[in-house]
């Protein structure tokens, strides 16, 4: 089945600096990928979404590429604030079923002064 | 505009005893309907998801039901609360595959 890897499950970075976190995917469909942001005690709020391979997707400040010859779609920042500290969830859904949306470990990020 | 309800907000519950959450999507027509299920600090793990009125597929079931009665309606329940059924609840829907969006939530503590 589908599954989602995401490898960093705490990062901790002082503001200003950049960050990379992982995500690799396996499903034997043609994928579509989401990168979903959670801030404590609120719900999942959708990031990054693509399924084109090899284009780069941004959005406030956030970007990630969709590489399928490495099953890969790596979220990156190039400098994190202090309102980024929240839990980030790569999750993988098939084009064209809507059926299952599946989520990776998450990776919690913490960004201090 | 669409929008998402979960209710309640948050449930203390007795092992043993009912439970019933809810979920009502307002603005779009014959969405695909999920619930959600999250460990404090944990993943996503689906439990449910319907994709028309009166049928919902079981993914994990974890002695839990669901149910869509109607078309912007969906319903999670199960007679018998265990103490592993603590955690954040989330319904979301999406059209298709391109777009998936999350209710507020319900978080539950079973005593």
């Known amino acids: 089945g589908d599954s989602v890897t995401q490898t960093e499950g705490l990062v901790t970075l002082t503001k200003g600096l950049p960050v990379m976190l992982n995500c690799t995917y396996q499903?034997?469909?043609?994928?579509?990928l989401f990168w979903y942001v959670q801030h404590l005690n609120e719900a999942p709020k959708l990031l990054l979404k693509?399924?084109?391979?090899?284009k780069r997707t941004e959005h406030q400040g956030f970007y990630a590429t969709l590489h399928k010859s490495s099953s890969s779609f790596h979220l990156q920042k190039s400098s994190v604030q202090l309102s980024d500290s929240a839990l980030y969830f790569c999750?993988?859904?098939?084009?064209?079923?809507?059926?299952?949306?599946?989520f990776g470990k998450g990776a919690k990020l913490t960004v201090s002064p | 505009a669409q929008t998402i309800h979960q209710w309640p907000v948050a449930e203390i519950k007795a092992v043993g005893s009912p439970l019933s959450l809810g979920c009502t999507i307002k603005?779009?027509?014959?969405?695909?309907l999920y619930w959600y299920w999250q460990a404090t600090g944990g993943t996503l793990q689906q439990l449910f998801y319907?994709?028309?009125?009166?049928?919902v597929e079981s993914v994990v079931q974890l002695n839990l039901s669901a149910s869509r009665p109607k078309d912007d309606q969906f319903i999670l329940s199960t007679e018998k609360l265990l103490l592993s059924h603590s955690g954040f609840y989330l319904c979301?829907?999406?059209?298709?595959?391109?777009?998936?969006?999350f209710g507020s939530g319900t978080r539950l503590l079973v005593i």
């Open positions: 319907s994709i028309t009125v009166g049928q």
């Open positions: 603005g779009k027509s014959s969405p695909n």
């Open positions: 979301a829907w999406s059209l298709g595959d391109s777009d998936y969006t």
């Open positions: 499903t034997t469909y043609s994928p579509f």
């Open positions: 999750a993988l859904t098939e084009q064209g079923t809507g059926s299952k949306l599946s």
């Open positions: 693509s399924s084109t391979d090899n």
